[in-house]
């Protein structure tokens, strides 16, 4: 895609849409503290090994299929929770397990309060339990959980893709390691970025950063904005990042002056994302703008992290490919 390197300069980056699909196996989580598996039941499974954790506020959730495994090792199978239906489990924690020859899978740990139902359980199976209240009368709703973002609190210079480790992932040291998303796009992508968050949160981030280098933050342009929000509708329709028209002039440049804004020249950065949590998906796209940039000749860190800069106009919206795709407008 083009990225700026300076005002009035572009240049052709090699950097490709982000496509991470971590097919999730439909295997069922068995077993409870009360069931004891038979040999044969154990022998067929090879045994898993925890490869990530998240942990969130405990919630009450409950599930009307599946079983429930006595260890993260997903070799015990126990009760059945057809049994169970109406059984109100919690959970704070879920563990992402590698089964050998199988996609990782995330499990909850789940417990029930008299203790009897207490294990790991297929984390698409549960559905969180929410009471509402209407005209005095109290009901109980269950819906999907939204998973937190297990790298929550891993500085963005340490983020690498998913999949990967920072001792296998030597691209991410040369920052050549923005095509893949750092989270499992297969689960964050069904709990979509709020858009409008994105925006306040991309900047927040954005001044966190800089400040940590000693720079002046950014604040808000409204004027920049309204481009930012233009030229990523732009990128939507075409399903591409484009920074000049046919004529070599900046699109961006040209909406400025049609609308009679007045605004001094200004740089660029457009981006696709793929979808999650709008906390997630700026974190993201901050990561790669800063951090993985090198195919760009870091081009985007350099207009993110100008120190001459002040003003800043942030849109967001979902592209074609389910993406998001971002435009950012500073000067």
């Known amino acids: 895609m083009y990225k700026t390197i300076r005002k009035g300069e572009f240049k052709l980056s090699t950097k490709a849409q982000k496509l991470l699909c971590i097919a999730f196996s439909a295997l069922v989580g068995l077993s409870i503290t009360a069931a004891v598996p038979t040999t044969s039941q154990a022998a ?87 009471k509402t209240s209407t005209k005095g009368k109290t009901s109980t709703k269950s819906t999907n959980k939204v998973p937190v973002d297990p790298d929550a609190n891993v500085p963005l210079k340490d983020l690498y893709s998913y999949g990967t480790n920072s001792k296998n992932n030597t691209t991410q040291k040369l920052g050549l390691d923005g095509d893949q998303s ?29 400040l940590s280098r000693g720079l002046s933050p950014v604040s808000v342009d409204s004027d920049l904005s309204k481009i930012a929000d233009k030229r990523a509708l732009d990128s939507q329709k075409i399903n591409d990042l484009v920074h000049l028209d046919s004529a070599g002039n900046s699109i961006a440049a040209v909406y400025a002056k049609k609308a009679g804004l007045n605004v001094p020249p200004f740089s660029e950065c457009l981006g696709f994302v793929e979808n999650a949590p709008a906390r997630m998906v700026a974190r993201e796209s901050l990561r790669d703008y800063i951090y993985q940039d090198a195919a760009s000749d870091w081009g985007h860190r350099n207009i993110l992290l100008n120190p001459s800069y002040t003003r800043i106009g942030v849109g967001i919206t979902t592209a074609k490919n389910k993406m998001t795709v971002n435009a950012i407008e500073m000067y």
């Open 44 to 130: 067929k499974r090879k045994p898993g090994k925890v490869v990530r954790t998240m942990k969130y506020k405990t919630m009450k959730v409950k599930a009307k299929k599946g079983y429930v495994y006595t260890s993260t090792k997903l070799t015990k199978r126990g009760v059945h929770l057809t049994k169970y239906k109406n059984k109100t489990m919690t959970t704070k924690k879920a563990y992402l397990i590698k089964v050998p020859g199988k996609p990782a899978v995330w499990y909850d740990r789940v417990s029930s309060k008299n203790k009897k139902l207490n294990g790991y359980v297929y984390n698409n199976y549960l559905k969180v339990i929410k």
């Open 182 to 210: 750092y989270f499992d796009t297969d689960v964050f992508s069904k709990y979509p970025a709020n858009l409008d968050e994105f925006k306040s949160i991309f900047v927040e981030l954005l001044n966190q950063e800089r």
